[in-house]
């Protein structure tokens, strides 16, 4: 295994940057999982570590040696993509044992790396089937164990589980994870998927228009993010704008906000804010005067299952509140509400 240390890549396509000066650290071991709306650099980023391509400037180090020139053959990377070929006349057993084959191992070393392989993705019975007498599941599974079953130092995994239904997405992401932990390797996961990155990885990295924006533990990058873009991106949020005044952020009509985090903002400055919807309380009457407090009408109300999303408007702006169904809130159109949240739970935003 291997840390994977990327600096200042930049991959031009003409004069496209699909990769604009990206700096980053893969930890061995870790799960890294690299979101990011379509054309943001996901795959590209991944391409160069993998040396399918190969960066314009910058470097890449695994455990600190540079490989931007080492040809793929040499990088001991395992891979597995969402359009993921299986060989077709070959048995399961058969596909996993490919690569040890091609990297001429013997016979009894590639038998048993090959059980092991199957038992930790859970296949030990299905070894002499076809790809085609497999679930969409399994086949996923086999072309996860076909990656690592070589040993690689580290394992790169572009929208692995895209084409999965979600209820066999969900199934597949716990195992993914749980084969991850078993063998400890570093996994570097692409995916545009935000709560299939929130809930695997240990850190996410959030790429836009080639650049790497945000980077941190799902939770710290969920809760506290810094950038207008990860916190729509990742999940919902509700921005407030406003100019900070020393010790709040006013808005237009004079509300005045308590914001945590704004130390760096001086008197005078524009500046937004966000606050996650289901940090948010609906109400009646006068809130607690610690609190955030804007007053307005249900405009909708959207039920989800386990939530309901209460579309509030306030002085001319909308203003979505999650509320847990378990609550028992009875809200519904037209009613006068309102809205409270505290200031630990408000964020500059750039
Ligand atoms: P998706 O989620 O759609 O797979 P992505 O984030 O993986 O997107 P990339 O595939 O890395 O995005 O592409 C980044 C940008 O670089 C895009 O604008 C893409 O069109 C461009 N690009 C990628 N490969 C090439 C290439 N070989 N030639 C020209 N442009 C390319």
């Given at each position: 295994?291997?840390?994977?240390?990327?600096?200042?890549?930049?991959?031009s396509?003409?004069?496209?940057?699909a990769?604009?000066?990206?700096?980053?650290?893969?930890?061995?071991?870790g799960?890294?999982?690299?979101?990011?709306?379509?054309?943001?650099?996901?795959?590209?980023?991944?391409?160069?570590?993998?040396?399918?391509?190969?960066?314009?400037?910058?470097?890449?180090?695994?455990?600190?040696?540079?490989?931007?020139?080492?040809?793929?053959?040499?990088?001991?990377?395992?891979?597995?993509?969402q359009?993921?070929a299986?060989f077709?006349?070959?048995?399961?057993?058969?596909?996993?044992?490919?690569?040890?084959?091609?990297?001429?191992?013997?016979?009894?070393?590639?038998?048993?790396?090959?059980?092991?392989?199957?038992?930790?993705?859970?296949?030990?019975?299905?070894?002499?089937?076809?790809?085609?007498?497999?679930?969409?599941?399994?086949?996923?599974?086999?072309?996860l164990?076909?990656?690592?079953?070589?040993?690689p130092?580290?394992?790169?995994?572009?929208?692995?589980?895209?084409?999965?239904?979600?209820?066999?997405?969900?199934?597949?992401q716990?195992?993914?994870?749980?084969?991850?932990?078993?063998?400890?390797?570093?996994?570097?996961f692409?995916?545009?998927?935000?709560?299939?990155?929130?809930?695997?990885?240990?850190?996410?990295?959030?790429?836009?228009?080639?650049?790497?924006?945000?980077?941190?533990?799902?939770?710290?990058?969920?809760?506290?993010p810094?950038?207008?873009?990860a916190?729509?991106?990742?999940g919902?949020?509700?921005?407030?704008?406003?100019?900070?005044?020393?010790?709040?952020?006013?808005?237009?009509?004079?509300?005045?906000?308590?914001?945590?985090?704004?130390?760096?903002?001086r008197?005078?400055?524009?500046?937004?804010?966000a606050?996650?919807?289901?940090?948010m309380?609906?109400?009646?009457?006068?809130?607690?005067?610690?609190?955030?407090?804007?007053?307005?009408?249900?405009v909708?109300?959207?039920f989800?299952?386990?939530?309901?999303?209460?579309?509030?408007?306030?002085?001319?702006?909308?203003?979505?509140?999650?509320?847990?169904?378990?609550?028992?809130t009875?809200?519904?159109?037209?009613?006068?509400?309102?809205?409270?949240?505290s200031?630990?739970?408000?964020?500059?935003?750039?």
């Amino acid at each position: 295994m291997a840390s994977v240390e990327v600096r200042n890549l930049t991959r031009s396509f003409g004069s496209h940057k699909a990769l604009d000066d990206v700096s980053v650290r893969f930890e061995d071991g870790g799960f890294y999982a690299l979101l990011g709306p379509s054309g943001s650099g996901k795959t590209t980023l991944l391409r160069m570590i993998a040396g399918f391509d190969f960066p314009n400037s910058g470097r890449i180090e695994m455990d600190g040696e540079s490989v931007e020139r080492v040809p793929l053959e040499k990088r001991q990377i395992g891979m597995m993509f969402q359009n993921y070929a299986l060989f077709p006349n070959m048995t399961v057993a058969g596909n996993i044992a490919f690569g040890l084959e091609m990297r001429g191992l013997p016979k009894a070393e590639i038998r048993e790396k090959v059980r092991a392989a199957l038992n930790l993705v859970k296949l030990d019975a299905l070894g002499e089937r076809k790809p085609h007498q497999l679930s969409g599941g399994q086949r996923q599974r086999v072309a996860l164990a076909r990656a690592f079953v070589i040993n690689p130092r580290v394992l790169l995994l572009d929208e692995p589980l895209g084409a999965l239904d979600k209820a066999l997405r969900v199934d597949m992401q716990a195992e993914l994870k749980r084969i991850q932990r078993e063998i400890g390797i570093t996994t570097i996961f692409v995916t545009h998927d935000q709560e299939e990155a929130l809930t695997m990885a240990d850190r996410i990295g959030i790429l836009r228009d080639g650049r790497l924006v945000e980077e941190g533990e799902p939770e710290e990058i969920y809760n506290h993010p810094r950038t207008l873009f990860a916190a729509t991106f990742l999940g919902d949020a509700n921005i407030l704008s406003g100019t900070w005044s020393g010790d709040a952020m006013v808005m237009a009509d004079g509300t005045r906000i308590l914001v945590s985090g704004a130390e760096k903002h001086r008197p005078g400055e524009p500046m937004q804010c966000a606050i996650r919807p289901e940090r948010m309380h609906l109400g009646k009457g006068t809130p607690t005067s610690s609190e955030n407090t804007l007053a307005g009408r249900v405009v909708r109300k959207m039920f989800s299952g386990v939530s309901s999303t209460f579309h509030v408007e306030t002085s001319g702006r909308e203003i979505r509140v999650v509320v847990p169904n378990s609550s028992g809130t009875r809200f519904g159109s037209g009613d006068q509400v309102t809205v409270t949240w505290s200031a630990q739970n408000t964020f500059p935003v750039a």
